[in-house]
């Protein structure tokens, strides 16, 4: 079957704009999570919706980053005023009422 | 606060040259503990959930192993294309908060490269 899959795959911007990720998980995942790499580094969490509702935001790095899933299947990531440090790669994953998390192919960011 | 550490950082072996990658783990509570293999310019592609310790999972050349405080992923007779990225991570078990599961933490990673 189809897999999470992630807009765009890749996204130049300049700073201080305002970028949004899309995440499409697997059909029937209740749960979705955001992660973001950079290079050299493990996967850090972000932010875990179990349906509709951020069970765990509290890796989201400031007040800039924001995420939602309003009808409990697609997700955006949010982030307003980028700055440089944002560069790197934004995973998303789902899973089944938190079972094994699979990932999305990722969205790369680069902020110029 | 959970904490990964994988070994080495990098390794490098010749077409079946069997060898072993280490994830040392401290979490408050172990609900499981995931291997990933990650190629370049894509996402993670889970390969084990390990749940107690003792617990073995094989799959093709690759076997994982758990104990209390680390898990092994040992490689066998490796072939060029199982170089990759492979990646460790514990997940806590939920004390308080929404939903029934929890994040993933993650070491940095091992970067195997297997040549001919």
């Known amino acids: 079957g189809a897999g999470v899959s992630q807009t765009p795959s890749n996204k130049v911007t300049e700073k201080g704009k305002y970028v949004e990720l899309r995440c499409d998980p697997i059909?029937?995942?209740?749960?979705l999570y955001w992660y973001r790499q950079s290079l050299g580094q493990g996967p850090e969490f972000l932010i875990y919706f179990q349906g509709t509702g951020a069970a765990d935001d509290s890796g989201l790095p400031n007040d800039r980053f924001f995420a939602v899933r309003p009808e409990g299947s697609v997700s955006t990531l949010k982030i307003q005023r980028t700055e440089r440090g944002d560069s790197a790669v934004y995973l998303c994953?789902?899973?089944?009422?938190?079972?094994?998390?699979?990932f999305g192919p990722g969205t790369r960011l680069t902020v110029l | 606060e959970d904490q990964v550490t994988q070994s080495p950082e990098a390794l490098r072996l010749q077409e079946g040259e069997s060898s072993s990658l280490n994830c040392s783990y401290t979490v408050s509570g172990l609900r499981g503990l995931f291997w990933y293999r990650q190629d370049p310019g894509k996402g993670p592609e889970f390969l084990f959930t390990?749940?107690?310790a003792g617990e073995e999972k094989e799959k093709e050349r690759l076997k994982a192993t758990l104990t209390k405080k680390e898990s092994f992923l040992h490689i066998t007779a490796p072939k060029p294309e199982d170089s990759a990225t492979y990646l460790c991570a514990v997940q806590a078990v939920k004390v308080q908060g929404g939903g029934t599961a929890s994040k993933l933490t993650f070491g940095t990673g091992t970067r195997l490269q297997v040549t001919l």
């Open positions: 994953a789902s899973s089944f009422s938190g079972d094994t998390q699979y």
């Open positions: 059909s029937g995942h209740t749960a």
């Open positions: 390990l749940y107690s």
